[in-house]
């Protein structure tokens, strides 16, 4: 069992910039993929970003790839979404999850992931 709990949302200027974390509690943090994904009001859940059990593989969704990174500490148990050049577009409740399958970065389908933090938001406004 593995729990995600998201921290880093807040209110950000567009073009600015902010970086969310995940910290994960449980044993063998290093042995699941970890993804971020989003939610907007009235849309669906959405990809951004995923990362491989050591962080040697990355995957972006193609509306942030150049804007965000992704990023791991796996002596911290925690995982990283930092975002740059953020748009009001961005404004969404931002989710971190983390799959059983630690060889490959996530890339996009919700059911690869197996556990799910509660979320943290993220408005871009001015």
């Known amino acids: 069992q593995v729990q995600l709990v998201e921290s880093g949302g807040g209110l950000v200027q567009p073009g600015g910039s902010l970086r969310v974390s995940c910290a994960a509690s449980?044993?063998?943090?290093?042995?699941?993929?970890m993804g971020w994904f989003r939610q907007a009001p009235g849309k669906e859940r959405e990809f951004v970003a995923g990362i491989n059990w050591n962080g040697g593989l990355t995957n972006y969704a193609d509306t942030v790839k150049g804007r965000f990174t992704i990023s791991r500490d796996n002596a911290k148990n925690t995982v990283y979404l930092q975002m740059n050049a953020l748009k009001p577009e961005d404004t969404a409740v931002y989710f971190c999850?983390?799959?059983?399958?630690?060889?490959?970065?996530?890339?996009?389908?919700?059911?690869?992931?197996?556990?799910w933090g509660k979320g943290t938001l993220v408005t871009v406004s001015s």
């Open positions: 999850a983390a799959s059983g399958r630690p060889f490959t970065a996530p890339d996009g389908d919700k059911n690869d992931m197996t556990y």
């Open positions: 449980g044993r063998f943090f290093s042995g699941y993929a």
